[in-house]
């Protein structure tokens, strides 16, 4: 059975004009909304998720529309990063469970990947979200907004107040930044209408 792309995240297509046409890299890829729409606009992208269904998904939705995604199985924390590689890179969504220290890492390497002029859409839970009150509730810490979900066997980072804009200094030109609660419907995992605290970054990389 053919499955069909969910549409791409807002801000990929709303910068997408202001993208140069090259590589792309699509971190923690999900079932692919944002890889399929790219490469349907011509460009080359590759992907990774650390979900092995996903990857498969993603596979099957390239090969069904007859489009080339190098897409693999791999966790973002093993990942080996070119230097100066992409125009594009994406973490939309996918940087939330590790440690805080872990994340600072993976933003240094998406910026140190960037090409000069290159562009990265990051986004991430704050500490709004319905989750980190959730855990707050239930666990100590084990670190600045960090917690360890033993249910889940995984960790949580959440962002605070314009925290995502600290990490980009002088050699980068901050696109568009937002913080905002948006109502979601039950989806996997939580039941019923919940909030998420959304942090959402798009930056240039000006200078080396
Ligand atoms: C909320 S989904 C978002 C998917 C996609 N970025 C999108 O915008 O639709 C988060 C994805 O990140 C992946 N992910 C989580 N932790 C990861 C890790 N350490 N390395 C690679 N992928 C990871 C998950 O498997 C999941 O597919």
Redesign the pocket.
């Known amino acids: 059975m053919k499955i069909k792309p ?1 549409l791409p ?1 807002p801000l990929v297509k709303e910068f997408l004009p202001k993208i140069k046409n090259g590589l792309v890299l ?6 692919g ?2 890889s399929i729409f790219l490469a349907q606009n011509n460009f080359k992208v590759e992907s ?4 092995k269904q ?1 990857v498969a998904e993603i596979k099957k939705l390239a090969s069904d529309l007859n489009l080339e995604i190098n897409s693999k199985k ?4 093993k990942y080996k990063f070119k230097s100066q590689e992409y125009d594009l890179i ?1 973490a ?3 940087l ?3 440690r805080k220290n872990d994340f600072k890492k993976t933003v240094q390497k998406i910026k140190d990947s960037l090409k000069v002029d290159g562009i990265a859409i990051i986004s991430g839970f704050t500490t709004k979200d319905r989750s980190y009150l959730n855990l707050k509730s239930i666990r100590n810490p084990i670190g600045k907004n960090t917690f360890y979900s033993k249910s889940e066997k995984r960790y949580w980072q959440f962002l605070d107040k314009q925290e995502l804009k600290r990490y980009f200094g002088k050699n980068f030109k901050i696109l568009y930044y937002k913080e905002k609660l948006i109502k979601e419907p039950g989806h996997k995992g939580i039941t019923g209408y919940h909030n998420h605290g959304i942090a959402e970054i798009v930056i240039k990389k000006i200078k080396k």
């Not at 699509?26 to 079932?31: E, F, K, P, T, V």
């Not at 791999?74 to 924390?77: G, I, R």
């Open positions: 969910s995240f699509d971190i923690g890829s999900g079932n909304r944002n990774f998720d650390i979900n996903n791999s966790d973002v924390l994406l939309i969504q996918s939330i469970w590790m």
